[in-house]
């Protein structure tokens, strides 16, 4: 089965099931589980960290067709989860597609409030920064991330052989009013890619680094040379592309 699910990560513990702590997974597992008379399990398109947030996120899981009514599924588990998780489209899906390996692409959109105030209707889904920021400086940094790099440097390694080889189609920003939003475009990402990359572009903005330092930060692969990484409310994953 295919699912495609947006919710609000503001107060869950990431997607990943976690015992003991709310999570994206632990709350679907659950409802779909009691719904549909045995245990599931759920694979994703991206595992996004606590408190980021999804709107088009693709999951897959082992169920008895016979037991499922798509239509019906999707408004009990809404039912069940929402409004914080709300489910947009269940479909019967071929016995290969999984939802990590079968995601060509992965879009993630960072927003950014930019003005003197904060504003408390996008506060869990922005990051304020008072400071005024750059764009221009912003955006031609954003092409030095274009193609296939080692970023080491922006990454959370895991495992330590892991390779953070990633290839970027797309890192761009635009404003809308005082709201700032970077979208980024990939294949594949690694661990807090994303809000490094952000944390970054907006110290570049704040002129506290040059869009020429990128090279040779990414030449290095040095964890340390980055700023921590952006906070995590103002991230979402927007799309995920699957075939």
């Given at each position: 089965?295919?699912?495609?699910?947006?919710?609000?990560?503001?107060?869950?513990?990431?997607?990943?099931?976690?015992?003991?702590?709310?999570?994206?997974?632990?709350?679907?597992?659950g409802?779909?589980?009691?719904?549909?008379?045995?245990?599931?399990?759920?694979?994703?398109?991206?595992?996004?960290?606590?408190?980021?947030?999804?709107?088009?996120?693709?999951?897959?899981?082992?169920?008895?067709?016979?037991?499922?009514?798509?239509?019906?599924?999707?408004?009990?588990?809404?039912?069940?989860?929402?409004?914080?998780?709300?489910?947009?489209?269940?479909?019967?899906?071929?016995?290969?597609?999984?939802?990590?390996?079968?995601?060509?692409?992965?879009?993630?959109?960072?927003?950014?409030l930019?003005?003197?105030?904060?504003?408390?209707?996008?506060?869990?889904?922005?990051?304020?920064?008072?400071?005024?920021?750059?764009?221009?400086?912003?955006?031609?940094?954003?092409?030095?991330?274009?193609?296939?790099?080692?970023?080491?440097?922006?990454?959370?390694?895991?495992?330590?052989?892991?390779?953070?080889?990633?290839?970027?189609?797309?890192?761009?920003?635009w404003q809308?009013?005082?709201?700032?939003?970077?979208?980024?475009?990939?294949?594949?990402?690694?661990?807090q890619?994303?809000?490094?990359?952000?944390a970054?572009l907006?110290?570049?903005?704040?002129?506290?680094?040059?869009?020429?330092?990128?090279?040779?930060?990414?030449?290095?692969?040095?964890?340390?040379?980055?700023?921590?990484?952006?906070?995590?409310?103002?991230?979402?994953?927007?799309?995920?592309?699957?075939?």
């Amino acid at each position: 089965m295919r699912m495609t699910v947006a919710y609000d990560g503001s107060d869950f513990y990431g997607f990943a099931y976690n015992e003991g702590v709310p999570t994206v997974s632990g709350s679907l597992e659950g409802a779909l589980s009691k719904v549909l008379g045995c245990r599931i399990t759920l694979s994703c398109a991206g595992r996004t960290d606590r408190g980021v947030h999804a709107r088009r996120q693709v999951v897959s899981f082992d169920a008895p067709k016979d037991r499922v009514d798509v239509t019906r599924l999707a408004k009990s588990i809404n039912r069940m989860c929402g409004p914080r998780i709300m489910v947009s489209d269940v479909a019967v899906a071929d016995d290969t597609f999984h939802a990590r390996f079968s995601c060509v692409e992965r879009v993630y959109r960072y927003r950014i409030l930019n003005a003197a105030v904060a504003d408390p209707l996008s506060v869990f889904f922005s990051w304020h920064v008072e400071h005024p920021l750059n764009v221009n400086a912003m955006r031609v940094a954003s092409d030095r991330f274009l193609g296939t790099h080692d970023f080491s440097s922006f990454c959370r390694r895991k495992q330590p052989d892991q390779s953070l080889v990633r290839t970027v189609r797309k890192a761009m920003w635009w404003q809308e009013d005082d709201l700032l939003v970077f979208e980024i475009a990939a294949r594949a990402f690694c661990h807090q890619m994303v809000r490094s990359i952000v944390a970054l572009l907006v110290a570049i903005g704040l002129g506290r680094a040059k869009a020429s330092d990128i090279g040779e930060i990414i030449a290095a692969r040095d964890r340390s040379l980055v700023p921590s990484p952006a906070p995590a409310q103002g991230l979402t994953l927007w799309d995920a592309l699957c075939d």
